[in-house]
């Protein structure tokens, strides 16, 4: 799960990294409210969850309440990257000196934990990377050791961070790696993390992905997810326990296993048709989760046929069928479905559903026949 920068920032306080005074606001009256209440000049800062907002024009500097009303107004309703923008930051704007760059996330190879630190911040750490991959200085931390001090020490000299900020920022690292860890994150990035003209380092942004598999042990994340803008079918996929993407195509899709589930998008884009979304209902696709799945992509108002997508291994196909025909009772369907079920115990299954077939529900025997049926459906040309 990704947080918003406003988030991350306060999920950094509770690890003790220093960051700047501020507030959220969702309309253009509360931005200057936070504004004066931050203190002059402000910088006024888009809330989505994806980077660059720099240069897409989503941070702003405002000197007074008049400036921090437009820079608000500008910013509020702002397309980026095909995020909206419906929340703002705004906190006391800095002086910079230096913009550095500092992260932490798992080397998956190394099976090992990996920080990133380079005294060239600011920007696109891909491009300090591709074109200058020296300035980076890279840190392995076995987590059974954690990090301490000197090598943080160590490691801020090795990046080349200027004299003054070392000692800030060497604990601020620590710190990171604390947040990182204890606050089961898989990734901390601050960038940029900074000196100020009058000598303080602190982090001016804050991005942070949460390990999902972790929440188990952090019933504080619950309000995290609840401020989420995330897609209303997610939303609903989500409250029913499955494992949902919504797409913008027009054919629904349940399948079971993600490998076939994604495999089944790929066909319906073969033959010409796009789908609603990815939903893998997983190996019990008994009448509860079917029930389930069919309520979330019916609830999709793109959807124009729903292609069901079922490979019976250790599930038995009869039990499939049985399921589907008692959640088709138990749902009502807006678009035709077509049905691959195929695999252990095929046969009976097919059989079994062989007496609801209609022009609302049909069977095909492959999943090409069915992809292409779907898609034809979809398009209002089938015969
Ligand atoms: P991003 O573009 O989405 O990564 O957003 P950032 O929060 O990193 O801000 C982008 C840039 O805006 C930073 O690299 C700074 O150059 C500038 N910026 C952000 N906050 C301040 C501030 O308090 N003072 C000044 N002078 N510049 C700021
Ligand atoms: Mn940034």
Request: aromatic residues 4%.
């Amino acid at each position: 799960m990704d947080l918003f920068e406003y988030q991350g920032k306060e999920y950094f306080a509770r690890f003790g990294i220093p960051t700047s005074p501020g507030g959220i606001a969702d309309t253009v009256a509360e931005a200057v409210a936070q504004a004066d209440r931050a203190g002059y000049p402000v910088v006024v800062k888009a809330q989505v969850k994806v980077g660059g907002r720099g240069k897409a024009g989503g941070v702003r500097l405002a000197n007074d309440a008049a400036e921090a009303a437009r820079a608000a107004e500008a910013i509020l309703g702002m397309d980026i990257k095909g995020h909206v923008v419906r929340r703002l930051w705004i906190e006391h704007a800095s002086d910079i000196a230096r913009e550095y760059y500092a992260s932490f996330t798992l080397d998956r190879p190394a099976k090992l934990h990996l920080g990133m630190l380079s005294a060239s911040g600011g920007v696109d750490i891909e491009e300090v990377a591709a074109t200058n991959p020296e300035a980076i200085a890279r840190l392995h931390v076995n987590p059974c050791d954690g990090l301490d001090h000197d090598t943080a020490r160590r490691w801020v000299a090795e990046a080349g961070l200027d004299e003054p900020a070392r000692e800030q920022a060497a604990d601020l690292l620590v710190r990171l790696y604390r947040c990182f860890v204890e606050g089961d994150c898989d990734l901390a990035e601050i960038n940029p993390l900074i000196l100020t003209t009058d000598g303080v380092v602190r982090a001016l942004d804050a991005k942070v992905t949460l390990d999902e598999n972790a929440a188990f042990r952090h019933p504080e994340w619950a309000e995290l997810a609840g401020s989420e803008s995330e897609d209303p079918r997610e939303q609903m996929a989500k409250a029913r326990g499955l494992n949902y993407i919504g797409l913008d195509g027009t054919v629904g899709i349940i399948a079971n296993g993600a490998g076939l589930a994604m495999s089944t998008l790929d066909v319906v884009n073969q033959v010409g048709g796009s789908a609603a979304n990815f939903l893998d209902i997983g190996g019990g696709a008994n009448a509860a989760v079917m029930s389930a799945a069919l309520e979330v992509i019916n609830a999709d108002p793109n959807v124009r046929s729903i292609l069901v997508n079922i490979f019976g291994g250790i599930t038995r196909v009869d039990d499939v069928a049985n399921g589907v025909i008692e959640a088709l009772s138990r749902v009502e369907i807006r678009s035709p479905i077509v049905l691959r079920l195929d695999g252990t115990n095929a046969e009976a299954g097919r059989a079994l559903l062989a007496p609801h077939l209609s022009e609302q529900v049909q069977a095909e025997p492959t999943m090409l026949a069915a992809a292409r049926r779907a898609v034809a459906l979809a398009e209002g040309a089938a015969r």
